[in-house]
């Protein structure tokens, strides 16, 4: 019932492309759902998040994708760039619940020249 | 936004040894920060929830008496490894609550010889 399940486990694009990352959830009283870019030997840092009320958020390159319905959410990199190249990590809590992270398994992105 | 600094950024000990790994929120109050271990190319792992002047609360199967956290002021809270052993090197990451959001130290790496 605690599981995020998220896909790919890994991805490459070329420059310019679209990368999305998929994550999906049984909890329903999950309220939170953030995403998280880590770079090796570093800590995450929170790119973007969402809640259910809306189903897409748009914050610079980085979109949303939120399915209640289906209970799956998904990350869109617009015009990706090598800087962009990363570990990407959902996640989901409950607000009120201590707000305690349920991290997905992780996504390493490489985006090529 | 809001800073979560780590201390020491790595650090190295003996089999035996106990470490203290420090997590400061430093431009604002957190009554709750959270600690967890990654290991490579893995996700993070909840280890327990700090909370300021009590107890921590630990995730099922980490040992809290081998894992000692302290939170003793709204800004600072302490994990100490103790009587460290090669299979607890790992990158320990701290993060402190501001209202629904948590913000993420940049690690810190363990390696025990």
Redesign the interface.
Known sequence: QQQVKQSPQSLIVQKGGIPIINCAYENTAFD?F?W?QQFP??????LI?IRPDVSEKKEGRFTISFNKSAKQFSLHIMDSQPGDSATY?CAASI?GG????T????T?LKVEL | GAVVSQHPSWVICKSGTSVKIECRSLDFQATTMFWYRQFPKQSLMLMATSNEGSKATYEQGVEKDKFLINHASLTLSTLTVTSAHPEDSSFYICSARSINEQFFGPGTRLTVL
């Open positions: 939170y953030p998280y030997g570093k800590g995450p840092a929170l998040a990590f607000t201590g707000n305690k992270l991290f997905g398994t992780g390493q």
